[in-house]
Structures are given as C-alpha cells and as structure tokens.
C-alpha cells in the first residue's frame, strides 16, 4: 500500500485493494481483480456497470443521473465507471454487473480436418544459400532475393535490418515467410510444416475464431 491509498472492498467476492482517492471504481475492482462489464468501454453510454456503494461517493455524474433514478442514487446505486473513490468504501457488485453472468467463452478445441482450394496469401519457402566468401560484397538482401527468384523482393526496414544476423544465425539456412514479392520474416532451419492461420467473425452478439493448421 502507498501512502495516501485507501482500502476498497467488494462484496460478494471479498477481494480487497487499495487504490487513490480519485480512481474510478471500475478500475479499482479491476485491480482487485474483478471485471466488470463494460459494453460502453466506460463512456457512460450503456448503464449496465451498476454497483451499490455502501458509503460516501463523489456528486452523480451527468452520465449517472441520465441512467439512474433518484431513488436509485439515494439507495448508493451508482455507475462503476463513473464513480471515483473518494475514501474507504465497500461495493457490492451484482451478477448481473459482472459479464460471466451473461457471456460465455466457447471454446471447441478440436476441429474437422478439411482442404482448402484457396492459396494462402501467406506463404513459407525453405532456402540455402551459399554463405558468402572472402571479397564477396553482395548484399544479403540480394542474396537471398535470387536464392527465391523473387525479383524485385520487397522487405519492411525492421526485417531488413534483422536479416543478416538471422541468415548467419540460421547458417544461411532458413525458411523465407513471404506475401507476394514481400518478405515478412526468416525463419531459422525448416519451418515449412509450421504454417497456420486465423480467420475471425465478428458478429453483433458473438466472436468466432478458427484456427487453422495449413
Ligand atoms: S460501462 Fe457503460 S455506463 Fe459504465
């Protein structure tokens, strides 16, 4: 506990910390480790990070009073992303404040083996090069272009600066990661069977994520 910090405690869970005065209430339960639903991301727009504080809060904000009632400020309802710790307080969160109580990570680990007709715009090519000898100026960049027979092979400059550290790393022996005529990385040895790819739907109630071993 640093000085001036006071202790904020949250019912039912019984987790505990200590924060200022002036933190917002929802990042206090978040640093006791509670999470508390935000569709809004905390903006004030939703009403749904309710809480009851059982002791003295700052003045409702205009957010608290839109979304709140009277009664319902007077009995310490207040928003959690609203409200700051002004001094030692208790909170109660209800089920209904914390997302496990409407929203489930699903997770089905294992899934059906298909093919796929589509080229990835990715994709991983082994090479060895020939390590450069004694009067031998060529640039590794280029050495690595014709050893791809990518011509011209396009490279961001934080690749570009790795490269030849990881092509001597590597032995000049590695695996070119490439979309198109660019490359993305290069990797140490064979790293061809290493391939995967993630396609994401966002929906308006549900997050979909696959995996993918290509
Ligand atoms: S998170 Fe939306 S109002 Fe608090």
Known sequence: MREHE???GFRPSGRETHVLPGTK????AGAAGLLIDA??????LCGK???VVASDAAEPTAAERQWLTEAELEAGWRLACQTT???????DIPASSLPAAGQKIMIRSRGAARSTSDAPPVRKRYVELSAPLRGDDMPDALRLERALGVEPLKMDVAVLR???ARLREADFRGTAVLAGDRLLDFEIGDTTADAFAVSVDVGTTTLAAELTDL
């Open 25 to 28: 209430l929802i990042e206090a």
């Open 49 to 51: 990070c309710r809480v």
């Open 162 to 164: 790795e490269l030849s």
């Open 85 to 91: 710790v002004e001094g030692p307080a208790e909170v």
């Open 39 to 44: 569709p809004c991301g905390g903006e004030g």
């Open 6 to 8: 006071v202790l904020v």
